[in-house]
């Protein structure tokens, strides 16, 4: 393994670490009835009523309700491991600062939406089949939302590295 | 890398994740059974104080934990007996998560000759043994954690945090994807050293 890789292998590990034990200094209080109604519920639920305006659906604290269902958001449920995960590897792959920046915001917002889907889905999934939660929720949904931000990764580092041969072709 | 053969890359990602993917849900259960006398020996040698027996139950990986001398909860409560048996338990589903992911880098990965390929199947069995060590029996061990911890908790007492239980959420967490992910990338870097002409 070259210098690089083990570089960005241990600092992606490192960044991710750090990362996880500060969002465990925030209380559960705080993220159900604070971030996870506003950041994440009131968005999803809107996201519902305007496919499905039938549905009716409200949020109070972590919880997004209908009469066929509800959906609790919980630690861990909302997208942090992956925001985490692909910060901690746009850190530290050693791009420019401006890369770095960019690949953050709209990483960040990539992370974001993909989770929305993934609440509006999984609503969806529970007022549909209750069965299909488990495998939907713990196995399907994880991978998939891996490999799409590996994806989103891959495209970032790219356009990275042509940006910067540029630059430096330019400075030649 | 070309953006056709960029296309081309994320493509294979996809069709590998989706074969793997069903190919868990419908045969995982079968890999997990071989994978049970490894987990059961790690979990031993993590918990340095039970016996351990694993088995599937229904979906679930089902560890019974036999104390094999007295375990102190809490300084002020009463230990639990040794011989007596707990038992904890994760799906099978779950356990097959950062396997996939493994192996969905490691097929993804675009190997240049046989030579190659043949090295990342190679590696990919240390791979996945170290991500079933790190991922299942630390798990199954903080699920037992969880239980005291919440015991001393009722009592009004409190616990010190031991590490399988901080691996364990540091793991749930996301660490869990992201350990097979850099396992992963690693063992292709490795694989891509070794094979260089």
Redesign the interface.
Known sequence: ??FQ?FRF?AI??IL??AF?FA??KVPDEVLSTKIYPNVIGHFAANTINTLTPDRNVTVKDHAIISKAAKLNIV??CDG???W??LT?AILGFGASVRHTIIGFVLGTLTVYLINQVRIVGLFYVIEYNRAWF??VH???A???I??LI??FF??WT?WCSKDELATDSKEA | MNNKALGLLAAKGLVIWLVLSLAGFFAGEKLINTLLPFYETVTESASNGYIADIKIVEDDIVFYATALTAKPITPERPPLPAGSTIQSSISVLHALVPIVILFTVILTWPAHCLKQRLYLLAISIPALLFISATSVPIQLLGQLEIGFQNAAANAGLSREEPFVLTWMLLTEGGGRWLLPVLTGLASCALVVKLTKP
Do not use: E
């Open positions: 393994m070259d890789t292998i992606a590990a991710y670490g996880h969002y465990h630690r861990g942090s491991g992956v985490f995960m901690a488990p495998p713990t196995y399907y994880p991978t998939l891996i490999f590996a994806g891959l495209a790219r």
